[in-house]
């Protein structure tokens, strides 16, 4: 998965610095007398839907507009609707143990949830955490790896850097480029110890352990329970993903003699991602048959949008100065930008669902301006709970960015469907059903989808042809499963303390190696913070979800295929165009968190439990034949072989 963020930054980043500081807020209106539940979520909703666009507009320029200024409008921002929230969740208490509808009982207990990030009662502390997030937030956007001396000495950010592991198979320019966006994160290691202290006192005044356990307990289950459920599902995937891991690590090795293993693992700077959590990027030396068809979408959007480019220059009677070549250049980008967007667009159009408000191509940041630090992750943000909804993106024409824009425009669609609900229930049905839209979309971009938008050759219909289809999606799908795991129980360790700062980075790279089979080539001190150097750590996004996202999109994908009334393997179904498929979609998008999860799953697949079941019957076919080209092959790996520095105390 590459960006995958979020419910919205919004809810990761605003809501999420919602906590529990019990200070009343002067400016609050005075509590109505004898106001019954009923009438307190009413309150909550209104007030809530009039407060919410204003921490919104400046999260979003926090973000779009990095800065001291920006960050202290969002830091501000942020106490005020902290103050506020925790008015709330106090005036709550007041109806603890009363009988109320069962409506009314889960607004309330979804007001308790509402964080991400929980902060202390101390209305100093509660500034200081604000300040800390904010701040983190934007060392992150801001990032850069410079290098070189005098005249030459140059500064690249994250963009840059992946594009390094993206394209270049030099060893030591990925080794660069890797390692020099994780010492990026180094600066932010102290500020996230304080953060950890603040956001556990503040879950300790909300009543549970820590603030890992709080993030545990927003799935209509227990902590202990949830816990259970990722591992059950981890245990169903994990033989498929092993056999990825090897066919994957013979190929490095066969690539890079002598440098394609570190004990056994998958050296991290040669995965074609900055995180390892996706392998699309690695097409070249994993792509099974080179020659059973072209599946090769990055490379038909380069070349788009280097014909436009082309094209703009080709009308002009002479060429431009540098600066108006370099406008022109950027005009291309926005403009293949735009279509990888349309694009998008179209495949929820097609299920019948509104086209976008021309709001979101007036405001949405499509590509990264030129004379500003934004925070490029990939996000999606609901502004006012109505209709003006965008996405900010830093788009370039390669394949990893084209499936995030039909990714993002999930969460869009999820906030459009849900627009008339009351605030409190405009959530997904729990943060994994948020993620797994938009990737049941990318399910459905089956090569003849992509032959229709001419991205890729007519496809061919042979058993090499599939096995490379079935490649291109696993390497994204199958290979972000541990990826998905291994965040949250770094986290989880962090927040209750089993993992302490004098082992974070250890520890992190123990993770690392135990679910994903990755290492880095060099020891990795303490010094280092390579858990920063995700945004979703800085950015303090539980990640869990993702993990069960990437569950809940094939349950979800083969009930929209039943729905659309494909007959057939499972892997070959495109519901593009089905109308029967985009009212069971819109219908649940439209529950939004009214009701358990178990209901609205329940609802969409005729099943209340999350399964694997459709990920395996998915990959049926690569599955038998990944078997077949490991056989006799030493696969494994052992989680102990980490380089010495690195490896867990």
């Known amino acids: 998965m590459n960006h995958r ?10 809501l999420a610095l919602s906590a529990c500081q019990r200070s009343p807020d002067p400016t609050a209106p005075e509590i109505p007398k004898n106001e019954t539940a009923d009438q307190f979520v009413a309150r909550v909703n209104d007030e809530y839907r009039a407060l919410y666009p204003e921490t919104t507009a400046a999260q979003w320029l926090s973000s779009t507009y990095i800065g001291d200024d920006s960050q202290l409008l969002a830091a501000r921002a942020s106490e005020r609707w902290l103050t506020k929230l925790n008015a709330w969740i106090e005036q709550a208490r007041r109806f603890e143990g009363q009988d109320m509808s069962p409506e009314t009982a889960r607004a309330i207990q979804l007001l308790k949830l509402k964080t991400a990030m929980p902060a202390p009662r101390d209305p100093e502390k509660l500034g200081e955490l604000t300040r800390i997030a904010t701040r983190m937030e934007g060392t992150y956007g801001a990032g850069s790896y410079c290098s070189g001396e005098g005249a030459q000495r140059s500064c690249r950010q994250l963009g840059e850097l992946e594009d390094v592991l993206r394209g270049s198979r030099d060893y030591d320019r990925q080794l660069d480029a890797w390692q020099g966006w994780h010492g990026v994160a180094r600066p932010m290691r102290q500020d996230y110890v304080r953060f950890v202290d603040l956001v556990n006192e503040g879950a300790r005044d909300m009543g ?10 927003g799935y209509d289950m227990s902590p202990v329970e949830l816990s259970a459920e990722t591992d059950r599902l981890w245990n169903q995937v994990k033989p498929l993903y092993e056999q990825l891991h090897c066919y994957a690590r013979t190929r490095l090795q066969a690539r890079y003699p002598g440098q394609g293993d ?8 040669l995965m074609g991602n900055m995180w390892q959590q996706d392998w699309s990027n690695l097409w070249d030396i994993l792509a099974p048959y080179p020659n059973a068809g072209s599946l090769d979408v990055g490379a038909a959007l380069e070349r788009q949008y280097r014909e436009g ?14 600066s108006g070549l370099a406008e022109e250049e950027r005009a291309a980008q926005l403009a293949i930008a735009t279509t990888m967007t349309r694009r998008a667009e179209d495949f929820y159009t097609s299920l019948g669902m ?15 301006p030129r004379d500003r630090d934004v925070v490029c992750h990939a996000s999606a943000w609901p502004m006012d709970l109505a ?17 995030t824009v039909y990714h993002e425009l999930g969460h869009i669609y999820y906030y459009l469907a849900q627009k008339a609900l009351p605030p409190l229930f405009q959530e997904g049905a729990h943060d994994g059903f948020h993620e797994a839209i938009g990737d049941t979309i990318v399910l459905a971009m089956t090569p003849s989808y992509l032959a229709s938008i001419d991205l890729v050759d007519t496809p061919e219909q042979s058993q090499a042809a599939l096995i490379n289809s ?3 999606m696993a390497l994204s799908k199958v290979a972000f499963l541990p990826f998905g795991l291994m965040i949250d129980r770094w986290r989880w360790g962090v927040f209750d303390g089993s993992i302490t700062p004098e082992n974070y980075n250890s520890s992190w790279w123990a993770l690392k190696a135990r679910y994903q089979g990755v290492a880095p080539v060099a020891a990795r001190g303490e010094e280092f913070f390579d858990a920063g150097a995700k945004y979703h750590v800085p950015g303090n996004t539980p990640y869990t979800r993702y993990f069960l996202a990437h569950i809940l999109q094939f349950q979800f994908y083969k009930a929209l295929c039943e729905t659309a009334g494909h007959d057939g393997a499972l892997y070959d179904c495109s519901f593009y165009g089905s109308q029967p498929a985009g009212e069971k979609l819109w219908t649940m998008l439209g529950r939004g968190a009214g009701q358990p999860w178990q209901a609205t799953l329940q609802e969409m697949t005729g099943s209340d439990r999350m399964d694997a079941g459709a990920v395996l019957e998915y990959f049926a076919p690569l599955q038998d034949w990944l078997k077949a080209q490991n056989e006799g092959q030493a696969c494994g790996w052992s989680a102990a072989a980490v380089p010495e520095a690195a490896a867990a105390p």
């Not at 570190?262 to 700077?269: D, E, I, K, S, T």
């Open 309 to 322: 480019f082309d094209r703009r220059l080709a009308a002009m009677d002479t060429l431009p100065a540098p």
């Open 470 to 472: 079935q490649m291109r």
């Open 208 to 217: 549970y352990a820590d603030a890992g356990e709080m993030w545990r307990s």
């Open 5 to 14: 963020l979020t419910l919205t930054l919004l809810a990761g980043a605003c």
């Open 262 to 269: 570190v004990n056994g693992m998958l050296p991290a700077h």
């Open 354 to 368: 509104p086209q976008l408000p021309d709001t979101f191509w007036q405001k949405s940041q499509l590509i990264k």
């Open 387 to 403: 209709d003006d909804v965008r996405i900010k993106m830093c788009i370039k024409p390669n394949e990893e960015d084209f499936t």
